[in-house]
């Protein structure tokens, strides 16, 4: 109140993690963020609006999947050493420019600073790992995302990345020529057998 006639340039204090998005660009130029106005005389100007939106963060881990069920069981160790990255332009790849972060020695990554809005977040495979969740649990990589929508100031709650490590099976055979149930020195082993996995326990090669 109590203006002489004139014009004005109105703007506001900044605060901490605070960004302006009206007036302005609404990409968080606070040079922006101002109101200027001519009075004459006895007017009251139609009434302006400053909003503004606070930084967002998301919070999350990694571990090895030992069993790789899909959930994080007791005793199952963090993995550190992972990239997570922000897919911004969904092509399961982490590209140039795009956000990254590398998970610490507890499985721990953060993004901070973030723009409210909606987000990919990804990992980046490492050889003879596969994901395990989030996804489909069948190893699928390009399931292996989390898409959040975030608003002024918030804490997304923590995400879990899990992943399992392919597993070896080796052995051999032998041609027990006394039958003992022993490999014995000197017994041949025997070339040309089938192996097989079992899937359905019925002893047979299906």
Same mark, same amino acid.
């Given at each position: 109140?109590?203006?002489?006639?004139?014009?004005?340039?109105?703007?506001?204090?900044?605060?901490a993690?605070?960004?302006c998005?009206?007036?302005?660009?609404?990409?968080?130029?606070?040079?922006?963020?101002?109101?200027?106005?001519?009075?004459?005389?006895?007017?009251?100007?139609?009434?302006?609006?400053?909003?503004?939106?606070?930084?967002?963060?998301?919070?999350?881990?990694?571990?090895?999947?030992?069993?790789?069920?899909?959930?994080?069981?007791?005793?199952?160790?963090?993995?550190?050493?992972?990239?997570?990255?922000? +897919?911004? $332009? *969904? /092509?399961?790849?982490?590209? %140039? =420019? #795009?956000?990254?972060?590398?998970?610490?020695?507890?499985?721990?990554?953060?993004?901070?600073?973030?723009?409210?809005g909606?987000?990919?977040?990804?990992?980046?495979?490492?050889?003879?790992?596969?994901?395990?969740?989030?996804?489909?649990?069948?190893?699928?990589?390009?399931?292996?995302?989390?898409?959040?929508?975030?608003?002024?100031?918030?804490?997304?709650?923590?995400?879990?990345?899990?992943?399992?490590?392919?597993?070896?099976k080796v052995?051999?055979?032998f041609? +027990?020529? $006394? *039958? /003992?149930?022993?490999?014995? %020195? =000197? #017994?041949?082993?025997?070339?040309?057998?089938?192996?097989y996995i079992?899937a359905?326990?019925?002893?047979?090669?299906?």
């Amino acid at each position: 109140t109590g203006l002489k006639p004139g014009t004005y340039t109105f703007r506001e204090v900044q605060q901490a993690n605070w960004h302006c998005s009206t007036p302005g660009n609404n990409a968080g130029n606070e040079d922006d963020c101002e109101f200027t106005e001519t009075f004459i005389s006895g007017e009251t100007s139609p009434e302006n609006v400053f909003g503004n939106w606070k930084e967002a963060k998301k919070v999350g881990h990694k571990f090895n999947d030992l069993n790789a069920n899909g959930v994080e069981n007791a005793g199952e160790p963090r993995l550190q050493g992972w990239t997570i990255y922000i +897919d911004a $332009n *969904a /092509n399961n790849a982490l590209d %140039a =420019g #795009e956000t990254s972060t590398t998970t610490d020695a507890n499985g721990h990554f953060e993004f901070t600073g973030l723009k409210p809005g909606t987000y990919t977040f990804r990992e980046v495979q490492q050889a003879n790992w596969h994901c395990s969740t989030p996804g489909n649990n069948a190893g699928n990589e390009d399931d292996c995302e989390f898409t959040e929508t975030f608003i002024s100031g918030e804490t997304s709650p923590e995400n879990v990345f899990g992943n399992w490590k392919e597993a070896k099976k080796v052995g051999h055979k032998f041609n +027990d020529l $006394n *039958a /003992n149930g022993v490999e014995n %020195a =000197g #017994e041949p082993r025997l070339q040309g057998w089938t192996i097989y996995i079992d899937a359905n326990a019925n002893n047979a090669l299906d």
